[in-house]
């Protein structure tokens, strides 16, 4: 599967702005989907993921609240849609995903989208 993610820009604190990550090559369905960033100086973080039942999705403690994750599947596309931004949201944010039949591990990742956030 191929990941192209965009969307990204610069934005002021307490706004939103919506992410987007379109796959070809195969279904979005077929796979655990997630958003990481990476802040400078920073590790990369596991920002949210949606299991591929899309019953189950996960936010990390810094996001929980104001980021959500969603998918379409007529559009093979997962979305991050991210609200109160903060200056510390600041990051290139990328899409990954997981084929859990397989892997345990993230082996597809798109190109990243840098978001920043003016206080």
């Known amino acids: 599967v191929q990941l192209q993610a965009s969307g990204g820009g610069l934005v002021q604190a307490g706004n939103s702005l919506g992410l987007s990550c379109v796959a070809s090559g195969r279904a979005v369905t077929d796979y655990r989907m997630a958003w990481f960033r990476r802040a400078p100086g920073k590790e990369r973080e596991l920002v949210a993921l949606i299991n591929r039942s899309v019953r189950n999705a996960y936010y990390s403690d810094s996001v929980k609240g104001r980021f959500a994750i969603s998918r379409d599947d007529a559009k093979n596309t997962v979305y991050l849609q991210m609200n109160s931004l903060k200056p510390e949201d600041t990051a290139v944010y990328y899409c990954?995903?997981?084929?859990?039949?397989?892997?345990?591990?993230?082996?597809?990742w798109g190109q990243g989208t840098q978001v920043t956030v003016s206080s």
């Open positions: 990954a995903a997981n084929d859990p039949t397989i892997s345990i591990g993230y082996d597809y």
